[in-house]
């Protein structure tokens, strides 16, 4: 296991790092936020399909988002096939989350396992595992 020193290192790089580090903390609170606002409205999403008996997954709007995705990735210069994994598992999510909204409103009722998170869904609720193949 490699170990740092950052005694032995220039205080002109460690000050570089410290920005850079206060940088991407930055950064990854955006994607945190920006997470916690999509969830929000793929939420209402959820709730409007099952209001109308929509299915949970849409393999058609995914494969718009997925492709889409791609190119963005893309001209941004990341790898396309980590966005689209990236996407996969937030569809995988949003999925779980329609048919959970879907199976309350059929049986009346609501999430009672306890306190919600930014995404809608019960602190008790595990990940999704694998990433399904259609979605939001």
């Given at each position: 296991?490699?170990?740092?020193?950052?005694?032995?290192?220039?205080?002109e790089v460690?000050?570089?790092?410290?920005?850079?580090?206060?940088?991407?903390?930055?950064?990854?609170?955006?994607?945190?936020?920006?997470?916690?606002?999509?969830?929000?409205?793929?939420?209402?999403?959820?709730?409007?399909?099952?209001?109308?008996?929509?299915?949970?997954?849409?393999?058609?709007?995914?494969?718009?988002?997925?492709?889409?995705?791609?190119?963005l990735a893309?001209?941004?210069?990341?790898?396309?096939?980590?966005?689209?994994?990236?996407?996969?598992?937030?569809?995988?999510?949003?999925?779980?989350?329609?048919?959970?909204?879907?199976?309350?409103?059929?049986?009346?009722?609501?999430?009672?396992?306890?306190?919600?998170?930014?995404?809608?869904?019960?602190?008790?609720?595990?990940?999704?595992?694998?990433?399904?193949?259609?979605?939001?």
């Amino acid at each position: 296991m490699t170990t740092s020193n950052t005694d032995e290192v220039d205080a002109e790089v460690r000050a570089e790092l410290t920005r850079l580090r206060d940088s991407i903390d930055n950064i990854d609170a955006a994607v945190v936020h920006m997470l916690a606002e999509r969830f929000k409205c793929t939420q209402r999403v959820g709730h409007l399909k099952a209001e109308h008996h929509l299915p949970a997954a849409d393999p058609g709007r995914e494969s718009q988002q997925i492709n889409r995705l791609r190119g963005l990735a893309e001209s941004a210069k990341l790898d396309p096939a980590f966005a689209e994994k990236l996407l996969n598992f937030i569809i995988a999510e949003v999925i779980r989350h329609h048919e959970r909204i879907a199976d309350d409103a059929l049986n009346g009722t609501t999430n009672t396992t306890g306190p919600t998170n930014t995404t809608g869904m019960s602190n008790a609720d595990a990940p999704a595992g694998k990433a399904p193949t259609s979605g939001e």
